[in-house]
């Protein structure tokens, strides 16, 4: 006869063997992923024109890159882009609408398990913009105001692209302010982070103003589509 302590004993001692028989074919499973990654990681950039047909087709507007580079860093690779230029619709051959340096995007696996679609997580450095307060208040980016301006559509496609991304931050990137009637503020040496969490978005970060020469940290919560 078994009494009801032994049994409790054979079902703890199921368990862990089960949990232990897990954890050893996740081990498995991820030194095999972690391997793959590690030697297929360099291989990117043979794929550096899939890549732009990708992001020109999820953008709505001609994308191109100089260089592709991949890498594995911790449990996930890291793709470089550098030169990412993004250019205009109508005169794809013409000198680029707006140009990037360097943006790295990891995988964001969670996420992408979530939405049903490719997510990423998305470091930008260097950039350089400018936004111009219009005649009705509104501010609009000078580098890409020629695309606004001919399909309003293509500019909120891009902008919908950057927000579906999980976490999009810029570091080391310069924003001029231009405001009817005040003279031009720069906004250097800028650092922000935005996360994105459905329709709100969590944006912090600093900049360092010229004059007065004083560094201005803020954050912000807001919701709603671009």
Same mark, same amino acid.
Do not use: C, K
């Given at each position: 006869?078994?009494?009801?302590? $032994?049994?409790?004993?054979?079902?703890?001692?199921?368990?862990? =063997?089960?949990?232990?028989?897990?954890?050893?074919?996740?081990?498995?499973?991820?030194?095999?992923?972690?391997?793959? @990654?590690? $030697?297929?990681?360099?291989?990117?950039?043979?794929?550096?024109?899939?890549?732009?047909?990708?992001?020109? /087709?999820?953008?709505?507007?001609?994308?191109?890159?100089?260089?592709?580079?991949?890498?594995?860093?911790?449990?996930?690779?890291?793709?470089?882009?550098?030169?990412?230029?993004? =250019?205009?619709?109508?005169?794809? $051959?013409?000198?680029?609408?707006?140009?990037?340096?360097?943006?790295?995007?990891?995988?964001?696996?969670?996420?992408?398990?979530?939405?049903?679609?490719?997510?990423?997580?998305?470091?930008?450095?260097?950039?350089?913009?400018?936004?111009?307060?219009?005649?009705? @208040?509104?501010?609009?980016?000078?580098?890409?105001?020629?695309?606004?301006?001919? #399909?309003?559509?293509?500019?909120?496609?891009?902008?919908?692209?950057?927000?579906?991304?999980?976490?999009?931050?810029?570091? #080391?990137?310069?924003?001029?302010? /231009?405001?009817?009637?005040?003279?031009?503020?720069?906004?250097?040496?800028?650092?922000?982070?935005?996360?994105?969490? @459905? #329709?709100? =978005?969590?944006?912090?970060?600093?900049?360092?103003?010229?004059?007065?020469?004083?560094?201005? $940290?803020?954050?912000? #919560?807001?919701?709603?589509?671009?």
């Amino acid at each position: 006869m078994t009494l009801p302590w $032994q049994r409790l004993r054979y079902g703890a001692l199921w368990l862990w =063997h089960q949990f232990i028989t897990f954890g050893l074919v996740a081990l498995v499973v991820l030194a095999l992923w972690v391997g793959l @990654g590690r $030697q297929l990681a360099p291989l990117a950039a043979d794929y550096r024109a899939g890549l732009e047909a990708r992001l020109s /087709a999820a953008a709505g507007l001609p994308v191109r890159l100089a260089q592709l580079r991949g890498r594995w860093e911790g449990l996930g690779p890291v793709f470089e882009l550098r030169g990412l230029a993004l =250019h205009d619709p109508a005169a794809p $051959q013409a000198a680029p609408l707006l140009q990037i340096p360097l943006v790295e995007l990891r995988p964001a696996l969670w996420q992408s398990l979530r939405g049903i679609e490719p997510r990423l997580d998305a470091r930008v450095s260097g950039l350089a913009i400018s936004l111009d307060q219009l005649a009705d @208040g509104r501010l609009q980016v000078r580098e890409l105001a020629r695309l606004g301006a001919r #399909d309003p559509a293509a500019l909120r496609r891009v902008l919908n692209l950057a927000l579906r991304q999980p976490q999009l931050a810029v570091s #080391d990137s310069r924003l001029t302010l /231009a405001l009817t009637g005040r003279p031009a503020l720069t906004l250097s040496r800028l650092s922000l982070i935005n996360r994105n969490q @459905g #329709d709100r =978005h969590l944006l912090g970060g600093e900049f360092l103003l010229a004059d007065p020469a004083q560094r201005v $940290q803020f954050h912000l #919560d807001f919701s709603g589509d671009p």
